[in-house]
């Protein structure tokens, strides 16, 4: 399973919509539900299925979809696969 | 490392499930061996792990592999494995018997079929919701299933939720820091906890305003409770910080005199940076004394400072999200929170406990006294003897707080009260019990005559009892007594399970309770059982009490041998056959009887024994036994009653027992008697009796049905 569709999944179990769609521009606007308590949800689940750790900081400075994609790419994991 | 060989995998298997059983560790172990090393290493672990839940961790893990092979465990009777079994065939068929069963047997249901559960609730009468919403398990679930578990209790439809006969309750939450991650799992650890709440939370920060404020959400809102959850983070260096316990318990007394709420106040927890040797500042300790003290009537503490203790400061926090989000704990210790903020909520709105019962043997000391003697008996010397120590220190502290504390066991009076009088080592004392009951009558029937007796309500009742059967007998009979589970550790483990209960804490002491607790010790004319006879024969009538009779031989003659060699108080002559001897006896053609008692919360396994040989047209009893664990439940006439239906067809005319005295086996002195027998004199054998088949028995009594496994139909 690639590092897109994980990430896909855990955003599907956080807002409960199985058919969630994920694009890099997406922001927390676009998203009903997507509101600072659900941020936190989302991080931490991601967090924990890619055993990596994010700071406070990079966890506020997140715009968008994509910038997520370069945290996680930033520790290491890519969207080529799991790690 | 590489590539160990299978005997090794099922070595460290088996070691890593002696020590603990982390189940995501386990899967990852076994995706990495091959699907035989698997099943054999499980095989292997399962061989060694005893009844508990590692070893069903292990049968769930098996079954993903080789179902046929715990299905198989279930057969012979693992109940672990059968619970597996049950659970998994709801999850693939949504069979919704197999889901009732599953819960019905105490072991806790895999989240898989939680779920499932949940979405097929519509379905579901009203004692299957409920029994399936008090095992959600969110105490133990990791952050995102309790998550989504909390999701789906949320959504069950209003009047399905509606059918739950719980009590209803609106809680507040008001928080110095975010409260919305754990609101959700607090109202599901409610359902869990058998209570339909709503829980609503405001803004973070929001404290005396949202009381104040007359048009602010929590005046609408009603609260039955209000929970003011803070944190030692939530506290600036400066003044605030002496101002702590005060300015809480203004809050609280305003709360209870503008709303009418009870109110749980959580205290200070210590932070990482507490942690170290010099231990938590002397404000933090100096506001956590303050706060018990200052707080008004019908507020109460919440002890976080114990909770984080217990969990770890360093599993507890984390500080990133205080930043990000003034989020105070990490998100996977929401769900403990939850589940004990539950429990504190509980025990502030259900009937406080007042009365302990405890059973003696191997709850307030080790062995079976009637087995092994007052001085037999395991007080202090090691791990166990001294747990049992520890736990006679408990109630001795409950004592003191006002509950009173009482003895149930199924015993001789002699018997049980000898260790209190001859063991020094002992804590607690005859007079420390409001009340002392040792009979051998159920004690679904002893509880109810104490209580009346005590002037309580069974509703006040804990009931301590190792004996899986007693506890789920008092479950069923009266469901209203609080009945822990045991645990894994055993006794080692239940005096720390009995503080996290939440049962012994609420208690307040008053001037009266205490006093009433020293009258009834006092009570020198001690009334003594009735025994209700009326209730017995009702009682043991609705057991379903089985008893299956085969003769001696190859498949039971190891636990035959194994009861002649230990069973000492239903015992008429004590004469320990080998197993050679056993088999002589078979080889005769003497009568031979081997008895398995079942009832309708389980069996007991093959419990009973009895052989007697033909001398003409007489029947000599030469041995006959129970074991104590279904004295009480006239097993004995089933037993006489298949005896006197072979003397008949054999043509027998008189059969002849004797009973032998002996130091433990004084409860069944009046047997042959009571039976029918007539003494018929005595020789350096014991008491002669004699029975004349022609006379009827006493099949009045009679309430268990005997098969005879040799015609395999009611006899």
Known sequence: VSTRERVRVIFADVFDAPDFELRDDMTADDVEGWDSLNHINLIIAIENEFAVQFEGTEIAALANVGDLFALLASRGVTNGGAP | ?715
């Open chain 2, 1 to 715: 490392v590489t590539d160990p060989p299978s005997s090794q995998l099922a070595e460290l298997l088996a070691y890593m499930t002696r020590i603990e059983l982390d189940p995501d560790r386990l899967r990852a172990f076994l995706s990495v061996v091959g699907k035989a090393d698997a099943v054999a290493a499980l095989h292997s672990a399962l061989d060694r792990v005893p009844r508990g839940t590692r070893r069903l961790a292990l049968a769930r893990e098996l079954h993903a592999f080789d179902p046929e092979a715990v299905e198989g465990f279930a057969r012979n009777g693992d109940d672990c494995a059968r619970h597996v079994v049950a659970e998994h065939r709801y999850v693939a068929t949504g069979d919704v018997e197999a889901l009732a069963a599953a819960l019905r047997d105490g072991w806790p249901l895999e989240p898989a079929a939680v779920e499932r559960g949940l979405q097929d609730a519509g379905a579901f009468d009203a004692t299957l919701l409920a029994a399936l919403v008090q095992k959600l398990g969110l105490g133990a679930a990791g952050y995102r299933q309790a998550s989504t578990l909390a999701k789906r209790v949320a959504d069950l439809a209003p009047d399905l939720r509606g059918t739950l006969a719980f009590p209803r309750l609106n809680v507040a939450l008001l928080g110095e820091v975010t409260v919305d991650y754990v609101r959700p799992l607090l109202e599901a650890a409610l359902l869990e906890a058998g209570i339909l709440a709503t829980v609503r939370g405001g803004a973070f920060g929001e404290l005396e305003q949202a009381v104040l404020d007359q048009s602010s959400w929590l005046a609408g809102f009603a609260p039955d409770v209000v929970v003011v959850v803070g944190s030692t983070l939530a506290l600036p260096d400066g003044p605030a910080r002496e101002e702590f316990a005060r300015r809480r318990a203004e809050l609280a007394a305003l709360v209870t005199e503008r709303l009418g709420s009870d109110v749980l106040v959580t205290n200070l927890e210590a932070l990482p940076t507490h942690t170290g040797p010099g231990g938590a500042p002397a404000w933090v300790v100096r506001q956590n004394a303050l706060l018990a003290e200052a707080l008004p009537e019908r507020a109460h503490v919440f002890d976080l400072a114990s909770l984080v203790a217990e969990i770890g400061v360093d599993r507890w926090f984390d500080l990133r999200l205080w930043s990000v989000a003034r989020q105070a704990t990490a998100l996977h210790a929401t769900p403990v929170l939850a589940d004990r903020l539950a429990r504190a909520i509980r025990s502030l709105v259900e009937p406080p406990v007042k009365l302990i019962v405890t059973d003696l043997d191997n709850v307030l000391w080790g062995g079976t006294v009637a087995e092994v003697g007052a001085d037999g008996v395991q007080l202090g010397g090691n791990e166990l003897g001294e747990a049992h120590l520890r736990l006679q220190e408990l109630l001795r502290e409950c004592i003191a707080m006002g509950f009173l504390v009482a003895v149930c066991s199924k015993n001789t009076e002699e018997a049980a009260r000898s260790p209190f009088v001859s063991r020094p080592e002992m804590l607690l004392g005859l007079d420390d019990f409001a009340a002392f009951e040792a009979s051998f009558l159920p004690k679904s029937v002893q509880l109810p005559e104490v209580v009346e007796r005590l002037n309580l309500g069974l509703q006040s009742v804990l009931f301590l009892d190792d004996e899986p059967h007693e506890r789920a007998e008092m479950r069923d009979r009266h469901p209203e007594v609080r009945v822990p589970e045991w645990p894994e550790d055993g006794i080692v483990g239940l005096p720390t399970l009995l503080a996290r209960t939440g049962w012994l804490t609420r208690f307040r002491v008053t001037a009266a309770d205490e006093l009433r607790g020293k009258m009834v010790r006092d009570e020198t004319t001690r009334q003594t059982l009735r025994a209700t006879y009326a209730n017995l024969g009702d009682f043991l009538g609705s057991l379903d009490l089985v008893a299956r009779v085969t003769p001696i031989g190859a498949a039971n003659i190891d636990r035959v041998t194994q009861l002649v060699q230990k069973t000492n108080q239903f015992n008429l002559t004590t004469p320990r056959y080998s197993r050679r001897e056993l088999e002589e006896r078979i080889a005769d053609g003497a009568y031979t009887a081997a008895v398995e008692v079942e009832d309708r919360y389980g069996p007991y396994g093959l419990t009973g024994a009895l052989v007697a040989g033909r001398h003409g047209d007489t029947l000599a009893v030469d041995l006959w036994l129970m074991s104590c664990r279904v004295m009480g439940k006239t097993v004995e006439l089933a037993m006489f009653e298949h005896l006197l239906q072979y003397a008949r067809t054999a043509g027998i005319e008189t059969i002849e027992a004797r009973y032998r005295p002996t130091d433990k086996n004084g409860a069944i002195a009046s047997l042959l008697p009571d039976l029918g027998f007539e003494l018929a004199g005595e020789d350096a054998e014991g008491h002669v009796y004699r029975f004349a088949v022609k006379r009827e028995a006493l099949r009045a009594n009679l309430h268990v049905t005997l098969v005879d496994e040799l015609t395999g139909s009611p006899a």
